[in-house]
Nanobody, 125 residues
Framework: QVQLVESGGGLVQAGGSLRLSCAAS????????MGWFRQAPGKEREFVAG????????TYVDSVKGRFTVSRDNAKNTAYLQMNSLKPEDTAVYYC??????????????????WGQGTQVTVSS
């Protein structure tokens, strides 16, 4: 069992930046691929970014490429999502998730075993 806790969300103006953190406790963090998802009101939860167990491989949804960066620090049991050049359409609840089996981060939410509670990101125009 692993517990995930996101932090770092908030209200920011368009063009601004936020850094989300996902702190993990429980079993060894380095055994999990990590993903970030978001869910806007009335929409499905969508994949945003993922990072492999060792941090070598990353993947992003096209809409955030060049603006968001996913990273992890296995010594601190923490994953990060640096979000730059934020747009109003980035407004959503952001979730981190851990995948126990996959060597690379899945892009489907069904591939993840553990989820955090989410943190709200609101981008004003």
């Amino acid at each position: 069992q692993v517990q995930l806790v996101e932090s770092g969300g908030g209200l920011v103006q368009a063009g601004g930046s936020l850094r989300l953190s996902c702190a993990a406790s429980g079993r060894t963090f380095s055994r999990y691929s990590m993903g970030w998802f978001r869910q806007a009101p009335g929409k499905e939860r969508e994949f945003v970014a993922g990072i492999s167990r060792g941090g070598v491989s990353t993947t992003y949804v096209d809409s955030v490429k060049g603006r968001f960066t996913v990273s992890r620090d296995n010594a601190k049991n923490t994953a990060y999502l640096q979000m730059n050049s934020l747009k109003p359409e980035d407004t959503a609840v952001y979730y981190c998730a851990a995948a126990t089996i996959s060597l690379i981060p899945p892009r489907e939410k069904e591939g993840y075993d553990y989820w955090g509670q989410g943190t709200q990101v609101t981008v004003s125009s």
